[in-house]
């Protein structure tokens, strides 16, 4: 478990570490950039968890293939998500070119001085037009990497992205400000030290991969030949396709959830995006080790040992939920701390510092839930964890949120903490299902 977890942790920790640098730089510029750039943020979310998604449901197959030593299974997979990969990110790119507008609207109080609502408008606009550059390879990168570790190799995406997060720190530091020459291009700065930084991890990726055929010997004619049949496309799509609809509409949840949020104003929209910056440097932990359940079971199962995969799922749960109890901990001692960073009002802190604590409470619950999801996935029943994971979100969370922030005038404060505790609802059910055992079953049989 920690064997696959540390490497992924780390990959994971230092980019949301990166990730937050970068946000508190964007931070010190104003903050209604802030907020601009929060909102493109949290609608290339909705893509990057389409990709991850789609990664996921192909690299089920992957691991099992992977289990079985089937090196023409694994290549197989990989070119799936390769195809994948370029479908998504044309229909993305379209969706944010026509509909952007409409989207970036919608987190946009119209009760906002006029002057907010088109300073928002145009930061806004103006970072989503070069983010939509790095989607291409983000999406390749994410097909590389994915592969690598679910073939056991976590060595090489962590030093991708570990060279990747530094030029995007770099760069943002000198493009933000204007340090060393260059002009000091605010938010658009930030926007090209992405772009510029998913290509360097892509290259890294491809380079390695190819380059060293003997350690990932499923490459070789990984783009001449393709051993596709229709009923191992039709198998994979039955997997891969109800993951990427549910990454799709839970991220599309969490998306609106946000938007239920900003109806208390765009103070609430800041406070959001501090609360997000820091909580994703901490839900590595559990994401983690989600991650490696996954892989773990995956390869147990795809090796024909479905009753120690049984075994190892409930150890391997407990084990995520003692983990994050401890870093949940944690975070609460960063909580009234973290805000004083930012360049804001002090009304907004105070409600960041709130915010965060809430999370952290919750933390253990979501890494119940987060195994929850990898074990049912592992074994290929994603239409089970489709309705387990987006289908509560928008059958349970978002008509409650949608409800107390239109209907009620309950604060934020209670309306965020009883969205997050939907999740306990969801404990439940993932702890009956896992029990079923419904989930156990072997693809490449």
């Known amino acids: 478990m ?15 570490f990166v990730s937050m640098l970068d946000n508190i730089m964007v931070g010190q510029v104003g903050t209604l950039e802030m907020t601009g750039v929060s909102i493109v943020n949290q609608l290339l979310f909705v893509f990057n968890l389409c990709v991850f998604g789609a990664m996921s449901g192909a690299g089920i197959f992957t691991a099992q293939f992977y289990g079985k030593r089937d090196n023409d299974g694994v290549r197989t997979s990989f070119q799936y998500k390769l195809i994948t990969s370029l479908v998504l990110t044309a229909v993305g790119i379209g969706a944010f070119v026509f509909l952007g507008d409409f989207l970036i609207s919608a987190y946009i109080q119209k009760d906002s001085t006029p002057e907010d609502i088109i300073a928002v408008t145009a930061f806004s606009k103006s970072y989503l037009k070069i983010m939509l550059v790095q989607t291409l390879p983000f999406a390749i990168a994410q097909a590389y990497s994915s592969t690598m570790r679910e073939t056991n190799d ?25 340090h060393f020459g260059a002009p000091a291009m605010g938010i658009e700065g930030a926007a090209v030290a992405t772009v510029t930084a998913r290509f360097v ?11 060293n055929k003997k350690k990932y010997p499923y490459v070789r004619h990984l783009y001449t030949r393709f051993a ?24 599309g949840g969490m998306a ?27 839900n590595i932990s559990f994401i983690s080790f989600g991650s490696a359940t996954g892989i773990i079971l995956s390869q147990t199962l795809g090796a024909g040992k479905k009753e120690e995969a049984r075994k190892a799922s409930i150890r391997l749960l407990w084990f995520s939920v003692g983990v994050v109890v401890l870093v949940g901990l944690v975070m609460m001692a960063f909580a009234p701390l973290f805000p004083e960073i930012y360049n804001t009002t002090d009304e907004i802190k105070r409600l960041s510092t709130t915010l965060i604590l809430i999370v952290s409470a919750f933390m253990p619950v979501h890494a119940f839930t987060n195994a929850t999801y990898f074990t049912l996935r592992s074994g290929g029943k994603t239409v089970i964890t489709f309705l387990f994971d987006s289908g509560f979100v928008w059958c349970v969370s978002v008509p409650i949120a949608f409800c107390l922030s239109r209907f009620t005038a309950i604060s934020i404060v209670p309306l965020y903490a009883i969205c997050q505790g939907t999740d306990l609802v969801k404990c439940a059910l993932g702890a009956i299902m896992i029990k079923q055992g419904k989930w156990i079953q072997n693809l490449t049989a």
């Open 2 to 16: 920690l064997t696959i977890a540390i490497p992924i942790m780390i990959q994971n920790g230092v980019t949301n």
């Open 154 to 178: 976590r060595v090489v995406p962590m030093i991708s992205t570990l060279i990747a997060v530094g030029v995007n720190l770099a760069l943002n530091y000198t493009l933000i400000f204007g």
């Open 201 to 211: 991890e892509c290259g890294i990726l491809v380079l390695a991969a190819h380059i």
């Open 256 to 282: 609106f959830l946000n938007q239920c949020y900003s109806v208390r104003g765009l103070d609430v929209v800041a406070a959001s995006n501090i609360v997000s910056t820091l909580s994703n440097v901490f």
């Open 228 to 251: 596709f049949t229709k009923r191992l496309v039709v198998s994979v799509t039955a997997v891969a396709f109800p993951l990427l609809l549910n990454e799709a509409l839970w991220s």
